[in-house]
């Protein structure tokens, strides 16, 4: 069994920061891509971005140049610093990894967390 925990969400004002964290636990042999979706109010659940074992990330246009995701592989953790944040950005968010068992892949989700941006 693979874990995901997510921390972090709240609610904060427009313009301001806020940093998820996720932490992976569990029968991992490899974990290779990480990183986190969301979804808001009414909304369907959308990627915001991910990272690569070897660090390389991509990033959906609405979040580029205020999100950075990071990861520590030895860890299992991944984590989303967001900044200037802006009330569309208001979604529960899940981290997610696919995790390598027994030579097969498999996506492990988070439970979620929210976070709520104020005009």
């Known amino acids: 069994q693979v874990q995901l925990v997510e921390s972090g969400g709240g609610l904060v004002q427009a313009g301001a920061s806020l940093r998820l964290s996720c932490a992976a636990s569990?029968?991992?042999?490899?974990?290779?891509?990480m990183g986190w979706y969301r979804q808001g109010p009414g909304k369907q659940r959308e990627l915001v971005g991910s990272?690569?074992?070897?660090?390389?990330?991509n990033y959906a246009d609405s979040v580029k140049g205020r999100f950075t995701i990071s990861r520590d592989n030895a860890k299992y953790t991944v984590s989303l610093q967001m900044g200037s944040l802006k009330p569309e950005d208001t979604a529960v968010y899940y981290c997610?990894?696919?995790?390598?068992?027994?030579?097969?892949?498999?996506?492990?989700w988070g439970q979620g967390t929210q976070v709520t941006v104020s005009s």
């Open positions: 997610y990894a696919i995790v390598g068992i027994d030579r097969r892949n498999y996506v492990y």
């Open positions: 569990g029968s991992i042999f490899s974990i290779n891509d």
């Open positions: 990272i690569t074992t070897a660090g390389s990330t």
